[in-house]
């Protein structure tokens, strides 16, 4: 089914401390997954992706997890800053396709605090 | 341009009327994606359009919302007599392969 987001979840850290933001996806059939950032007035941004062959994947700053035995995704995002304020994002692709639907999840608005 | 276009950016209407939301898509995507998002909630999935294959339709709340793309470009999302719970910032995306790249999105206002 669709996952929509309602009554985004919060998370408040200091800068420089690390942040963990998690996601639970709905389709055990989705075969890839993204992160997105999305600033106030703006359109999200992709952060980093992975597939479902992956459990793992590092970026800059951020690494994915993903557990599918209980379709959960998480982001790290290492001595998080001001400007990763932000409501993050977590997206499923599904279909079986090259392509396929994007579905989001339930949002996370992460406030850092200098 | 070398991102998603979106028009216009704002859009106050009268409850009741008619209005046309823009998307222009990066050049060469041939997927192209809908949301809404009502302030401060997540994003509820509209349409998807996926090169000549019929749209994926299912996230259209009623059958007031309709959109097309024309010539596998640009597309145009289309909302009947408005009412004010349509107010909520409609997003488009493109895409080449999986990931979708997101334009600014156009604020909508009912009055």
């Known amino acids: 089914g669709e996952s929509v987001g309602l009554h985004l979840p919060t998370l408040s850290v200091q800068e420089g401390d690390n942040s963990i933001i998690n996601c639970a996806y709905s389709?055990?059939?989705?075969?890839?997954f993204i992160w997105y950032k999305q600033e106030s007035g703006k359109g999200p941004q992709f952060i980093i992706d992975?597939?479902?062959?992956?459990d793992k994947r590092q970026g800059q700053r951020v690494t994915v997890l993903l557990n599918k035995t209980v379709k959960h995704l998480s982001l790290q995002i290492a001595a998080t800053q001001p400007g990763d304020s932000a409501v993050y994002f977590c997206?499923?692709?599904?279909?079986?396709?090259?392509?396929?639907?994007?579905?989001f999840g339930q949002g996370t608005i992460l406030t850092v605090h200098p | 341009g070398a991102g998603v276009s979106q028009s216009p950016s704002n859009k106050v209407t009268e409850k009741g009327k008619d209005v046309e939301l823009r998307c222009d898509p990066i050049?060469?995507?041939?997927?192209l994606y809908w949301y809404r998002q009502s302030l401060g909630q997540g994003l509820e999935f509209l349409i998807y359009?996926?090169?000549?294959?019929?749209?994926?339709k299912s996230g259209l709340p009623s059958d007031r919302f309709s959109a097309e793309r024309t010539g596998g470009s640009v597309s145009t999302l289309t909302i009947q007599r408005t009412q004010q719970e349509d107010s909520a910032v409609y997003l488009c995306?493109?895409?080449?392969?999986?990931?979708?790249?997101f334009g600014a999105g156009t604020r909508l206002s009912v009055l």
């Open positions: 359009f996926q090169g000549n294959s019929a749209p994926d």
């Open positions: 389709n055990s059939a989705s075969d890839y």
């Open positions: 995306a493109s895409s080449s392969g999986v990931r979708g790249y």
């Open positions: 992975i597939r479902s062959n992956m």
């Open positions: 050049s060469g995507h041939t997927a």
């Open positions: 997206a499923e692709r599904s279909g079986g396709t090259s392509y396929g639907k994007l579905t």
